[in-house]
């Protein structure tokens, strides 16, 4: 069973920053479709940002401009840079690897979520 193991969540107001991290196994990370979901009081869990494994990374409308999704292969880590926070920002994110070692076997791993919360 894959873990993946997040962090950096918290409080900020309008305007700061928060910079979440995700770590995973480096295989895992390397050929999987990585992305960050949010899921917003009352509503449902969204798609944030993602990066396919062989792709571009793209972004919900919402947070164009203002996040970034990245990888390090390095530390073994996806993170998730939220610059110029809103208060509608505020969800439980969740990050996300799905793909398949072997085509009858396909997975899907999520975090277990970490809070941010935005003040106006």
């Known amino acids: 069973q894959v873990q993946l193991v997040e962090s950096g969540g918290g409080s900020v107001q309008a305007g700061g920053s928060l910079r979440l991290s995700c770590a995973a196994p480096g295989r895992i990370l390397r050929i999987s479709d990585i992305g960050w979901y949010r899921q917003a009081p009352g509503k449902q869990r969204e798609l944030v940002a993602v990066?396919?494994?062989?792709?571009?990374?793209t972004y919900a409308d919402s947070v164009k401009g203002r996040f970034t999704i990245s990888r390090d292969f390095a530390e073994s880590t996806m993170y998730l840079q939220m610059n110029d926070l809103k208060p509608e920002d505020t969800a439980v994110y969740y990050c996300?690897?799905?793909?398949?070692?072997?085509?009858?076997?396909?997975?899907?791993?999520w975090g277990q979520g970490t809070q941010v919360t935005v003040s106006s």
């Open positions: 990066i396919r494994s062989r792709g571009v990374p």
């Open positions: 996300n690897a799905r793909g398949a070692i072997v085509v009858e076997a396909p997975y899907n791993y």
